[in-house]
């Protein structure tokens, strides 16, 4: 405690004598942040205990919006939908990605080359990504018909027990090349003295791997996994365009059961609830993942600067 | 210039140094990777796939779509889609997107920066205050409080223009933006600003003539990623505009699908059109794009 005031003691003093900037420069950035994300955060709570259609006036109607989101089977149907989508695209993505930064992070000229086509996929909208791939994906003219292939020609969007798996590929086809991008930075500060003295003792490429780039790669997984989970929460758009939810509620995840309820039932009341559920479960996530990590972020990025 | 240029970077540069050291051993040594080289193969298969598909089938006809191999491309590669899609309105689906992207990637830019100079120049608890809430913004799907930001914009009478879509992207660009900034403006010598200080500057003209230069590439690096988001956004656009007068192009293609419906050479060519503008941008960028990204993140 002692230590705590002494210290902003010292940093008040040196402020008056004109060391760094003024505080006031970050201001700008803060009254947007407060004004479109803290006020409208403090908003979702507070409207998912009022009663709204959307046009007319908000009704505060104590617990009934969430009575109605938290016995309904759909909310459930869609957090075990979310759940399984965040899963599964994590299982597949973390691994793909980490490969791919660690093979594009070596020097060779072709893996600089391939590392260019890799980025294309983040150039595309989730709505230009979602809509290619609903014409790739159909049986008659796509890509089954195309290579000859009749297993590929499944109705791979109206089947429920396969249409998860096709969404969990396209987010993987959309996002694994931004992931790709952050492990491949992170393998480069890997400083080369460690494979160089791992090689001397005779470690090969797998023991390399395991011992030191997996070690120190930890913060960068931490950083990737943090935004992979999270960024799941955010599937929005292209299983909206892609598959609308469905077929049922096959690929109904929390977001998109969010927007319908809202947007399309307009209950905003219980929408609002859906939507304090999302950042609970976001936060919740986060918090876990960094505590995983054993460190704060902020403490890491410093070590590394 | 050239020390300006070369400092925010030293990560890559730094990392690239070791590589041909590595890759000389160890093709010296043993056998190259050739399991790599094929998964690096396999992914490019992936992802190329589809974009050649979406690109063959857009210079189809329809005819031609219903009848030809899927996968192969046009006996006759017609321009008939790409016309249908610009005689429909396409162009003033263009413009609002680049309204929309410009008018919140250059403010978000501005006073991102101007918060990552002063969470790391200045000092005191206010800083680091606002420093763990953008941070915790990270953490936060906040797209998940896009009610309260419709009740906001239908409020404000802002309903169905494009500052609605506007506003809000730029508070969401902040997070990520500052991040970003401060990683590599912590990189940047105390030493300057310290001989610059000495030469009687103040905090603001610092920022200007020695911070702003000193992390350009983070700069434009961010500005490029946050151009890709809001161009691409669609969440924004189909919750808080409505009419044809205020529609972005990620919002088009799906209109378009619901128009076009049976014609997907022409939804197709809807697609390519809508991401050529990004295309360009990221072949004359990518470079500095690729590095800033895999530099920014990894701190």
């Known amino acids: 405690m002692a230590l705590t005031t002494s210290t902003s003691r010292r940093v008040r003093s040196r402020q008056l004598v004109g060391s760094g900037p003024s505080a006031w420069l970050a201001a700008p950035a803060l009254a947007f942040f407060l004004l479109f994300a803290v006020i409208p955060l403090i908003g979702v709570v507070v ?7 959307g046009l007319g006036e908000i009704r505060f109607d104590a617990v009934s919006s969430w009575a ?22 994590f299982i597949v993505q973390a691994p793909i990605s980490l490969l791919l930064g660690v093979f594009t992070a070596a020097g060779q000229k072709y893996r600089a080359a391939l590392a260019v086509l890799y980025f294309v996929p983040l150039l595309l909208s989730s709505a230009a990504v979602a809509i290619a791939f609903k014409a790739l994906l159909d049986p008659n003219f796509g890509l089954g018909p195309g290579l000859g292939l009749p297993a590929l020609a499944q109705d791979w969007l109206g089947n429920s027990d396969l249409v998860l798996f096709v969404v969990v590929f ?27 003295a791992a090689q001397i003792d005779g470690a090969g490429r797998i023991q390399q791997f395991v011992n030191i780039t997996l070690p120190q790669l930890k913060y960068t997984v931490i950083t990737s996994s943090t935004l992979m989970v999270v960024g799941s929460l955010a599937y929005f758009d292209l299983i909206f365009v892609l598959t609308a939810g ?39 996530l986060a918090l876990l993942l960094q505590r995983l990590g054993g460190k704060n972020r902020n403490a890491s990025q410093l070590e590394g600067a | 210039m050239a020390s300006t240029t070369q400092l925010p970077v030293p990560a890559p ?54 009848t030809s191999n899927p996968m192969l491309p046009p006996t006759e590669p017609t321009l008939d889609n790409y016309q249908l899609v610009l005689q429909n309105d396409f162009a003033r689906y263009f413009i609002n997107s680049l309204v929309v992207t410009v ?63 506007i506003l809000p992207s730029i508070a969401f660009s902040i997070p990520i933006s500052v991040l970003i900034l401060s990683n590599f403006l912590r990189d940047v010598p105390n030493e300057l600003f310290e001989s610059m200080r000495l030469d009687g500057c103040s905090d603001w003209a610092m920022m ?84 800033g990204l895999t530099a920014g993140f990894s701190k």
């Open chain 1, 170 to 196: 396209v987010i993987a086809w959309q996002f694994v090349p931004f992931h790709t991008l952050i492990y491949q930075g992170g393998v480069r500060q890997i400083p080369a003295s460690f494979y160089e």
């Open chain 2, 13 to 66: 540069a730094q990392a690239r140094e070791p590589q041909p050291r590595l890759r000389s051993r160890s093709s010296g040594r043993r056998r190259p990777n050739l399991l790599g080289g094929l998964g690096g193969w396999l992914w490019l298969a992936i992802i190329i796939l589809p974009v050649y598909y979406v690109v063959i089938t857009s210079l189809k006809n329809q005819a031609g779509f219903f």
């Open chain 2, 103 to 165: 008018g919140s990637v250059v403010p978000g830019l501005l006073v991102s920066f101007m918060a990552a100079y002063a969470i790391v120049r200045g000092k005191g608890r206010f800083l680091s205050w606002t420093n763990n809430l953008f941070l915790l913004g990270l953490a936060i799907p906040l797209h998940a409080t896009i009610i309260p930001i419709y009740w906001m914009i239908t409020r404000a009478h802002m309903y169905d223009t494009l500052l609605a879509l």
């Open chain 2, 208 to 291: 200007w003539r020695l911070a702003l230069p000193m992390t350009k590439p983070a700069v434009v690096t961010v500005g490029i990623y946050n151009e890709l988001h809001v161009w691409n956004g669609f969440l924004f656009p189909l919750i808080l505009t409505q009419s044809p007068a205020t529609r972005v192009l990620p919002l088009s293609l799906w209109t378009f699908q619901g128009e076009f419906s049976v014609n997907i050479p022409a939804v197709l060519a809807s697609v390519v059109l809508a991401t050529l503008p990004l295309l360009v941008i990221y072949v004359v960028a990518r470079r500095q794009l690729l590095s």
């Open chain 1, 246 to 284: 469905g077929p049922g509620y096959a690929t109904r995840l929390l977001p998109l059961h969010m927007y319908l309820t809202g947007f399309k039932a307009n209950d905003m009341g219980a929408a609002s609830a859906l939507g304090v559920i999302l950042v609970v479960i976001g936060l919740g």
């Open chain 1, 68 to 89: 109605r989101v938290l016995t309904d089977p759909v909310t459930g149907n869609a957090l075990v939908v979310t759940a399984k989508i965040m899963f599964f695209s």
């Open chain 1, 47 to 53: 409207l998912s205990f009022t009663s709204w259609d």
